[in-house]
């Protein structure tokens, strides 16, 4: 079984009131204490007057895109896609509002997934549509060039037939550190020739090269026979991460990664021996070094937990060693991961669970979000208000 945790988030770290972004500092500190910045401020430093979501921090954290229905945030006087440089504590309005994104270490590139036509010749799907009936479509914003290109580009007619770039559990869009290439999940069956499977499926498209490949499919190049979604992409564009319930890809469901050189497809949710893991959850955020040498999941794979509950699993795929991180203070393992992000070395983790034994005095019985060093093995929880105590 595989399971598809809710629709994506890097960090979930949002207010219903904005943005805040929250960093693990104090390295030297037995248990570092979170620092919490609000991303989402208003001209004046005022508070924003509507709700802001999906905040995605660049690799140096001085940049943070997310999407907002605040009117107030910029002189622009709309809501949408905004970027602040909390570096220099200025938000710019970077175009219309969306359901995913994706930004490149140094934030050059914004990927947004939006139904609004951005690219010159970009018509709506099946002739004029509204807005809101439109088809979902990936676009890359350069913001050095001021270009905007679209990545969901179909292979066959002006428009892809069905939802591209985002669905229910389809996993978010990701992006390779030069902005060249662009990961997306997509329902559509025009967007590369052969698509017969019904399912939505994975690709990855080469901006340079105008070329776009779908990447969840058998070493043999044979279509899933399950639905997949998107995870993340290496840095160099070479490996492409996904999820998949296809029992055509290996003995089990589970994550996979396609080798788009070599063409070739493996299972990554194995042990070091190479056995399928059973009941696996996939993360659904950054969930990958940027080598693609660390891969994180969750699994109850009974002879891997040894214990009730999900556990949080990080894949070594260079030595096929499994890290169990590390269990609640009564034993128990972690259960109800809904994301999770990796840092680009492997080495951190963030992970949003509703688990309360993880920390000491967690008692507010909802979602809280935690950050784990796997070098030091101790859980933080992120989620905190200003004074350090507990939210909601």
């Not at 991460?241 to 996979?256: D, H, K, L, Q, T």
Request: aromatic share 8%.
């Amino acid at each position: 079984m595989v399971r598809h945790g809710p629709f994506p988030l890097q960090m979930r770290i949002l207010a219903s009131a904005g943005v805040v972004l929250v960093c693990a500092l104090g390295a030297s500190a037995a248990t570092p204490a979170p620092r919490t910045s609000l991303v989402s401020v208003a001209l004046g430093g005022r508070w924003a007057n509507a709700s802001s979501w999906s905040g995605r921090v660049s690799g140096d954290g001085r940049f943070v895109a997310y999407f907002s229905g605040a009117t107030n945030l910029t002189r622009a006087r709309r809501g949408g896609l905004f970027l602040r440089d909390l570096r220099r504590r200025h938000t710019v309005r970077l175009g219309p509002g969306g359901v995913d994104l994706a930004v490149t270490p140094d934030a050059r590139f914004v990927v947004v997934c939006t139904t609004a036509p951005l690219a010159r010749g970009d018509v709506p799907a099946h002739g004029p549509r509204s807005e809101v009936e439109r088809f979902l479509d990936a676009y890359v914003y350069d913001r050095r060039t001021g270009r905007i290109l679209r990545a969901s580009v179909p292979a066959r007619g002006r428009n892809p037939n069905d939802r591209a770039c985002a669905g229910d559990f389809a996993g978010h869009v990701d992006v390779s550190a030069d902005g060249r290439y662009v990961l997306f999940p997509a329902k559509a069956s025009n967007i590369v020739r052969g698509d017969t499977n019904g399912m939505t499926d994975v690709f990855v498209r080469d901006l340079r090269a105008g070329r776009t490949r779908r990447v969840s499919v058998t070493s043999s190049g044979a279509q899933a026979n399950g639905e997949s979604s998107a995870l993340a992409i290496s840095a160099d564009g070479r490996l492409a991460f996904f999820c998949s319930g296809a029992r055509n890809m290996g003995r089990e469901p589970g994550v996979f990664v396609h080798d788009l050189r070599t063409r070739t497809t493996r299972a990554v949710s194995t042990t070091a021996g190479g056995r399928p893991l059973s009941q696996v959850i996939c993360l659904h955020g950054k969930a990958a070094s940027a080598n693609g040498r660390f891969v994180a999941f969750a699994t109850q794979d009974p002879d891997v937990t040894q214990s009730e509950g999900y556990r949080l699993v990080v894949k070594d795929r260079r030595n096929g060693r499994l890290d169990l991180l590390t269990p609640g203070i009564d034993g128990q393992g972690v259960g109800g991961v809904h994301a999770g992000a990796m840092s680009a070395s492997g080495r951190y983790l963030t992970f949003a669970t509703s688990v309360s034994n993880l920390v000491s005095r967690d008692t507010n019985n909802v979602e809280d979000v935690f950050w784990f060093d796997r070098a030091r093995r101790v859980p933080v929880r992120l989620s905190l208000r200003w004074d350090g105590s507990e939210s909601f």
